[in-house]
């Protein structure tokens, strides 16, 4: 037989490394003996003969090995070639495929490459990564992957005994190389085999793969997003026309596999009611296991409900391959943890929070990478993601990489993983994870380890330009959602729109006023008088920026104690001050963020291998701290002046912030467009004050709404009988003024009783 390609093109094919093994595999029309003619090419590693098989004309020609024995060639004339198959025989056993190399047309178009190569392709996830489809009538997988300094890429898996021979990709525009395989589907297991230009081979887990394999295996999953039943319309319309900033927040924040676990000898069940295998979990506690995503739906959902909390802020879920990262070193940015299971399981615990009320914030990681080797480092053989250089792509002390915001087709993978969590997941918001360590360049490096901006400065204006855009395409898809940066630093305007300079977020953690209340009650009740500015100093720059109120994990571990242990006293005082502290935290403007376990007053710091200590719950005062904690919520959303002007300078005045002899501060919190308002009394000593005048904007009878000194929390029961009448005694610069019993460590929310009030003055007027 004459051959119709040249020997060295063979050899590339046999080598695996063409950059485009369709010029030689599959069919080719040609001319013979002055007729057309199919010729058909296969490389079939493990064969000994190979057929092609017309299955409509019931016809199949033999296939001859020309210039290597598993490179196969045979000339069809005659006929309409179309979804054929190969015959092949591997020693004793016989099979049928489609070949790959006959499905010609790209699923990318040329738009598709351009949009990416320019970084706005906003759902490339739809595109690249491996996707169900169907090309001429047959089903199969799609795959494609960026890879622009590879010298090949294959895609290895189960269905080819993880042979980067057999399905050969090709490089189309861009940099990205594709092929579709058939006869694939659902829960086939792959990766790509990426292979440098010197040589060097790479298995990598999919950039954009739906689902990865549980750790430690790191094989990609094909899986198909659109199976689940979504059942949150109602939830998700009434979110699109809702200005999340004038609603009450207040967020549980929580570790999926520490919350509580389940005995490994305890099937989980799947959706259909069967018993799920147990997988055991070396690094949790002997004869533990973790709870599943639906598990945790029907035990956590309700926990969380019924303490009032209106969202949960899950640590981060996307793959990552160490428990104890807490899910911040991620490795499949598109992939929810199989840990607790599947995709469409994840679906289900968002569904049914909105199904009952609860809103659902992702800690996203944007900033770094892990070194893992079958992630995103060096993922063709080059610095792709990251920057080539450690001054400006590494973070030494955490050992992970920097993503190059410079780089287009990076800042489009990371903007459409941000839409990608609203789009399919029907997430309500994204807490963005060390956005301070993305706009410095200096971060925790020193001196000679960081290079300057191009203005000789240390802002990384690229990232700062990345954050801008996400924002800004995020908001513009899903009005009515939640972007809140953890930033600890100065940087301007970070809850500012983008379109007058801001960063685009529209909540930003208030770190400063974290630090200074946890040093402020770390001390004794003694020496806060001589520190009354850390109460106060949050207000001066309080309209700066829309804050949120965040006591998160990252202080109750590394040796820095969990809330009760941070403070000083007996064990009365501890739970006393902390009810105080958290009554000055629901009143001060800001939406407000909790970690589990600060609840129920937990002694031990978290520890990820482990549950919480739910056994202290036996005990009086945390089962009294945590029903606190309720009504506090209960509170807090019951009371529009304590969330419908958090960050306007109408929602809030100051009372009396300057009695430091007896560490007690007064305020006024405001409603949005009412004349509704509430009292906040905070004393922060141990010592009660039996005659306490604070001076009100209003004469009447003014309602005790809450005291955090009640006995039914475990206080003193120290009060007011309900309430106090005003005296036409003005004081604090208020035209009357109440007589108040200040509790010890005790904060009191008072409210004037309108109905009462005018019942009172009416009778008194007709006297």
Not at 188 to 216: C, L, V
Not at 569 to 583: I, P, T
Not at 633 to 654: C, I, K, M, V
């Amino acid at each position: 037989m004459t051959m119709t390609i040249t020997s060295d093109q063979v050899e590339r094919i046999v080598w695996n490394q063409h950059h485009d093994p369709f010029e030689v595999l599959g069919p080719h029309m040609v001319e013979n003996d002055g007729q057309q003619a199919w010729i058909v090419r296969a490389y079939q590693p493990n064969a000994d003969a190979v057929w092609v098989v017309l299955p409509e004309q019931r016809a199949e020609y033999p296939m001859q090995a020309t210039h290597h024995p598993h490179f196969f060639e045979c000339t069809i004339k005659g006929v309409e070639l179309s979804n054929y198959q190969f015959r092949l025989q591997e020693g004793e056993h016989e099979r049928f495929i489609y070949d790959p190399y006959a499905f010609r047309s790209p699923y990318l178009t040329d738009f598709d490459v351009h949009l990416f190569a320019e970084g706005n392709h906003h759902r490339i996830y739809e595109k690249m990564g491996a996707h169900l489809t169907e090309m001429n009538g047959v089903s199969g997988v799609y795959f494609a992957v960026w890879a622009p300094n590879a010298r090949s890429a294959s895609v290895l898996g189960d269905f080819n005994s993880w042979d980067g021979r057999k399905h050969q990709m090709r490089k189309l525009g861009g940099g990205i190389w594709d092929l579709f395989i058939p006869e694939i589907g659902v829960d086939a297991r792959y990766k790509y085999e990426i292979k440098n230009q010197d040589g060097h081979i790479y298995e990598k887990s999919d950039p954009y793969g739906f689902q990865q394999e549980a750790r430690p295996k790191t094989a990609s999953i094909v899986t198909n997003l659109e199976t689940y039943t979504w059942n949150d319309d109602d939830w998700m319309a009434q979110r699109r026309h809702t200005e999340p900033l004038t609603q009450p927040i207040t967020v549980y924040e929580c570790h999926l596999g520490s919350w509580l676990h389940a005995a490994s000898n305890e099937p989980a069940l799947l959706p259909n009611g069967e018993p799920e295998p147990v997988v055991a979990v070396s690094e949790l506690k002997p004869g533990a296991r973790f709870l599943t995503y639906r598990e945790l739906a029907a035990k956590l959902i309700p926990y969380v409900k019924d303490l009032g909390f209106t969202h949960i802020e899950l640590l981060p879920i996307a793959e990552h391959p160490f428990d104890g990262s807490w899910g911040y070193q991620v490795v499949g940015h598109y992939a929810c943890t199989s840990r607790y299971g599947t995709p469409q399981d994840f679906m289900y615990f968002v569904d049914q929070c909105h199904a009952q009320g609860i809103g659902v914030i992702v800690d996203w990681v944007p900033g770094h990478f892990p070194k893992d080797g079958h992630g995103l480092a060096f993922f063709d053989g080059t610095h792709l993601y990251e920057h080539a250089d450690p001054r400006k792509g590494e973070h030494k002390e955490w050992g992970t990489l920097v993503f190059n915001y410079a780089r287009n087709e990076v800042r489009n993978y990371l903007v459409a993983n941000a839409l990608f969590w609203f789009d399919k997941y029907h997430i309500d918001g994204i807490r963005v994870d060390a956005v301070a360590s993305m706009l410095y360049l200096d971060y925790c490096r020193e001196p000679g380890e960081w290079l300057v901006n191009q203005y000789g400065g240390r802002e990384n204006i690229e990232a700062a330009d990345f954050l801008r855009q996400m924002n800004h395409t995020v908001f513009s898809y899903f009005p009515g959602v939640l972007s809140i940066a953890e930033e600890s630093t100065s940087w301007p305007m970070v809850s500012w729109p983008t379109y007058v300079g801001g960063l685009g977020f529209n909540l930003k953690w208030n770190m400063g006023w974290m630090h200074d209340m946890l040093d402020y009650f770390h001390m004794d009740p003694w020496f806060r008088q001589f520190h009354q500015n850390n109460l106060t100093f949050s207000i001066w720059y309080n309209h700066s920026e829309n804050f949120m109120l965040a006591l998160s994990h990252d202080e109750i571990v590394h040796g820095k104690s969990n809330m009760l242990g941070k403070i000083p006293g007996d064990e009365w005082q501890k739970f006393a001050n902390l009810r105080c502290l958290y009554a000055y935290m629901y009143t001060h403007p800001g939406k407000k963020t909790l970690f589990m376990s600060m609840e129920f007053g937990q002694w031990n710091e978290w520890n990820v291998w482990s549950d919480l200590d739910w056994q202290v719950l036996q005990f009086e005062p945390h089962q009294k701290l945590k029903h606190f904690l309720g009504a506090l919520n209960q509170l807090y959303r019951s009371e529009p002046a304590l969330y419908t002007q958090d960050f306007g300078q109408d929602g809030f005045e100051w009372v009396d912030c300057s009695d430091n002899r007896h560490s007690v501060v007064s305020f006024i919190r405001r409603a949005k467009d009412s004349d509704e308002f509430v009292v906040t009394v905070c004393n922060f000593t141990p010592q009660p004050h039996s005659h306490y005048r604070v001076g009100v904007p209003q004469q009447g009878f003014y309602t005790e709404l809450f005291n955090s000194d009640s006995r039914e929390y475990g206080g003193s029961n120290m009060g007011n009988l309900g309430g106090k009448w005003t005296e036409e005694w003005a004081y604090h610069n208020q035209p009357y003024s109440i007589d108040l019993c200040l509790p010890p460590l005790g904060t009191l929310v008072l409210k004037i009783d309108r109905e009462k009030t005018e019942k009172v003055l009416n009778a008194f007027n007709h006297q």
